[in-house]
């Protein structure tokens, strides 16, 4: 059964500082999504990576995943407020049915 | 593009009461899921559809919990009798069959306070 732990499960960030967030899975996933949700929001797609050394930025977040570690990370560089949010990770295996299993989250707190 | 829609946004109901959530996909999207979201976890899986039928339920309590996707389009997801752990927001996505990238647009969901 597939997994998904991230850590840390709370990040309180100060403005203009970068930080990490972790995302580790059990078995060999096919792909690895990170997702955004504000409070009482729905859940907003941030990033897909498909294979082993995959890099994708989008402004101040940069996803990247190591297939052999069964690590993917998220980066934050220059957190601003704005930022604030809970982020998920989560896996697929395609031969599940394309299943999303989640990570339980980071709550992001971005601090002036 | 219009998102996927759920109603209603909230719900507040007795135990041993029954609840009914409606969605509606992305037009176009064959596949629809069912997510419970309990308070400070990530969604889990109850139900996948791809268009009428089901994929997966494994995680589905099925004695009390019951959905159907009716024409392959709109979705409901009943509970009854609901129990006081119920108490969550279930969340609707969908996806393209055949999508590469297979992303799973979701919905605003509906908050359930069983009381």
């Known amino acids: 059964e597939l997994k998904v732990e991230q850590n840390p499960l709370f990040l309180s960030m100060q403005e203009g500082k970068n930080y990490t967030i972790y995302c580790n899975y059990s078995?060999?996933?096919?792909?690895l999504y990170w997702y955004r949700q504000d409070p009482g929001k729905s859940l907003e797609s941030l990033f897909v990576?498909?294979?082993?050394?995959a890099v994708k930025q989008e402004g101040r977040l940069m996803a990247s995943l190591d297939t052999k570690a069964r690590l993917s990370t998220l980066h934050i560089t220059a957190a601003v407020h704005d930022l604030s949010a809970t982020y998920f990770c989560?896996?697929?295996?395609?031969?599940?049915?394309?299943?999303?299993?989640f990570g339980g989250g980071t709550r992001v707190l971005v601090k002036p | 593009e219009a998102g996927v829609a759920q109603s209603p946004r909230y719900k507040i109901i007795e135990k041993r009461q029954s609840v009914a959530f409606w969605c509606n996909p992305i037009?176009?999207?064959?596949?629809l899921y069912w997510y419970q979201q309990i308070l400070g976890q990530g969604p889990k899986l109850l139900i996948q559809?791809?268009?009428?039928?089901?994929?997966?339920d494994s995680q589905l309590p099925k004695d009390r919990f019951s959905a159907e996707r009716l024409k392959g389009v709109d979705s409901t997801l009943k509970i009854q009798p609901a129990k006081l752990e119920d108490s969550a927001v279930y969340l609707c996505?969908?996806?393209?069959?055949?999508?590469?990238?297979?992303?799973?647009?979701f919905g605003a969901g509906t908050r359930l306070s069983v009381l």
């Open positions: 996505a969908s996806s393209l069959q055949r999508a590469s990238r297979g992303i799973q647009y």
């Open positions: 078995t060999t996933s096919d792909r």
């Open positions: 990576l498909l294979s082993n050394g």
């Open positions: 989560a896996a697929m295996i395609k031969a599940a049915g394309n299943k999303l299993t």
């Open positions: 037009s176009g999207h064959a596949t």
């Open positions: 559809f791809q268009n009428n039928g089901v994929v997966d």
